[in-house]
């Protein structure tokens, strides 16, 4: 029997076709990353989710104690919608000294909701689409992607949101992302005002080596 599929793609019942639907399910690569710290005893770990620009991970990193900081674990949930911007990131903190937490949601109209456990502060960081948690270097591949800089070559300078580790205070902070080299690997510079550094990427723009902080393995 034949199926009536209108101009916008949905058939009559308000189903799209099988054919676009497993399309779309074609645009989604399931990927499994591991990071080792080379400045120190780290292990990053997360199962990604990766579609044309947009992903979703659930990850953890397990840092041994270092200059005064205790052993910690930061297990991370993260979403971002189809064009990269973040939607929802949760991050968990466990120490001999206790657990923390913090979640930060992002509305369409660019709203963020900032919780640590005691009610939700409001804000907008400036138009912020990005999020960065320390030491992660899957969280350097959000820009990336997002902006495609792995596939033409650009320059911009950011608002990103920053989550620091262990302490999970968060702030604003600017960082400028620019394209150094295409190919597989890219090369990609990110700099603040008191560091520059070049990591390297694979063709989903995914974080290879970040020189002084961590290596994939």
């Keep these: 029997m034949a ?27 399931t990927k499994m ?5 080379t400045d ?7 199962r990604v989710v990766l579609g044309e620009r947009g992903l979703r991970a659930m990850g953890s990193v ?11 674990t930061a297990s991370y949930s993260l979403t971002t ?3 990269g911007v973040v939607q929802r990131l949760t991050v968990r903190i466990a120490r001999a000294t206790g657990e923390r937490h913090v979640i930060l949601t992002r509305s369409e109209e660019g709203i963020w909701l900032v919780d640590h456990g005691q009610g939700a502060e409001r804000t907008n960081f ?9 030491l992660s270097p ?15 070559a650009a320059l911009h300078d950011l608002p990103v949101v920053f989550v620091a580790l262990p302490s999970l205070e968060v702030c604003r902070v600017s960082q400028t992302y620019r394209t150094v080299s295409l190919g597989d690997p890219g090369v990609v510079s990110i700099s603040s005002d008191t560091w520059d550094v070049e990591i390297t990427v694979d063709a989903d723009g995914m974080v290879l080596e970040y020189p002084g902080l961590a290596s994939r393995v």
């Design 3 to 29: 199926v009536n599929v209108p101009p916008g793609g949905e058939t009559q019942t308000g189903e799209r076709p099988a054919t676009a639907t497993a399309a779309r399910r074609a645009l989604h690569v």
């Design 33 to 37: 990353f591991t990071w080792a710290g």
């Design 40 to 46: 120190c005893l780290r292990l990053e770990g997360a």
């Design 62 to 72: 397990v840092s041994a104690a270092q200059d005064g900081v205790e052993a910690y």
């Design 81 to 83: 919608d189809e064009v």
């Design 126 to 134: 400036g138009g912020v689409l990005d999020v960065d948690l320390a």
């Design 138 to 152: 899957l969280f350097n591949a959000l820009p990336i992607r997002r902006l495609g800089l792995y596939r033409d």
